[in-house]
């Protein structure tokens, strides 16, 4: 099993959400996070005073997924959210160890 984190850009959310939902991911977690990277912010100006935006608004989604199905959701979720732009996001896969489903008790790929 494995969870694939991905950080997005807020307004590609739906179209992501779709597009996982057509290959048939049903359960995804979604936060709506701040952060950066190459793109260091930006500056804008409010009344007529210039600042800096430090941190720029993304959406993180957090998948788990068994192992014959990591390399799908991630082309998935590539294809999907790419602009092509600075700051289209990234996408990390880590080992999940266990899974327990609380209101059955299932564990393991049957939990996801």
């Known amino acids: 099993m494995k969870l694939i984190e991905a950080i997005i850009k807020p307004f590609k959310l739906d179209e992501v959400k779709d597009a996982l939902n057509a290959i048939g991911i049903e359960g995804i977690t979604v936060s709506e996070v701040k952060g950066f990277g190459r793109q260091k912010g930006h500056t804008e100006l409010y009344r007529g005073a210039e600042y800096v935006v430090d941190f720029i608004p993304k959406i993180k989604m957090e998948i788990a997924v068994s192992d014959d ?3 799908k959701v991630v082309e998935t ?5 790419k602009t092509g732009r600075i700051g289209d996001g990234k996408i990390f896969i880590i080992s999940l160890e266990e899974a ?3 209101r ?5 790929s049957d939990a996801i």
């Open 77 to 81: 979720i590539q294809n999907t959210a």
């Open 104 to 108: 059955t008790g299932e564990s393991g």
């Open 69 to 71: 199905l990591v390399s």
């Open 100 to 102: 327990v489903r609380i």
